[in-house]
């Protein structure tokens, strides 16, 4: 799939660029580490409501920030371990 | 387990195309199949997650892993299109003195059991962020441009690739492959630019690839795209995956892929040369 063809092929892309700088240099000058202190915090209590269900590996748990613009969204992902007979 | 095969991609010069080839040649790499992580060595000014398209996704970074603040897991950002393909981003800290030696090598070694390639984006210069790329490589990709001082620092990264490296420390000798990047063809001709001859001669380093000057580069990095996720058929995207596969270890000839001109422009072009 050509990307490319999404943003049109007049030049659109530098309008791409200026969106993603902008809302980058907004963030960063924003950023305090916040995020990781958040980020860091959120996983171990999911950590630990899914391990009172599930055994999981502590590494088999992502989490994912995507940030863009005004919305920040947050990514779970936890591997489970292959479901034994019950 | 995998071993991880580990390139530095560095060139001692900056702007010649360092992060641009680190990316086009992880994506392609993960386009094969395999697993791949690209690092971003360049701390205090990282750039990498942007020519990738993970600046706003990025949480933790080379610097909280080596500090033990992050676990290696957490730090990687998956890619959004190929779910085989990670980036280990580089920190925005002034602190020059942020990645220590015995941080960078269990870093580096943790990641071997993880991936099949680990391609190290090194900063410019021939300082510590540069060494600290280069140390525990297994090959090196050295980026120049058809151009005098980029020829001549990247004779001085070598001279460091066979001095300050683990595989020189312990006698062996680091496989090099050359590449050349914003080469303009018809300038070539015109002897008005060191064609790669030139440059292959002066370095003694095999040719891996030769990257035509082109504005599909800067298009995709605008959109965060590697150049060869953007538009596979550009002329750039083509030398990168030809170079890929050399690293693989294929034996196909090196060729310069063209930019496709108009029939207007191919006669004109005819005239004028």
Known sequence: ?86 | MSNATVVVVTSGKGGVGKTTTTAAIASALAKEGYQVCAIDFDVGLRNLDLIMGAERRVVFDLVNVVRGEASIKQALVRDKKLNNLYLLPASQTRDKDALTEEGVEAVISELRGYFDWVICDSPAGIERGATLAMRHADEAIIVSNPEVSSVRDCDRIIGLLDAKTKIAEDGGRMPKHLMITRYDTDRAKTGDMLATDDVVDILSVPLIGVVPESKDVLKASNVGLPVTLSDENSPPAKAYQEATRRLLGENIPVTIPEEKKSLFGKLFKGRAA
Do not use: W, Y
């Open chain 1, 1 to 86: 799939m050509n990307i490319l063809s999404l943003f049109g092929k007049r030049g659109e892309s530098a309008s791409v660029a200026n969106n993603r700088l902008q809302i980058l240099l907004a963030h960063e000058l924003a950023d305090d580490g916040s995020d990781a202190v958040l980020i860091s915090s959120l996983r171990e209590d999911i950590l630990a409501v899914v391990a009172k269900r599930v055994e999981i590996d502590p590494d088999s748990v992502r989490l994912e920030m995507d940030r863009s613009g005004d919305v920040t969204t947050l990514g779970i992902d936890i591997e489970l371990p292959a479901a034994k007979a019950s």
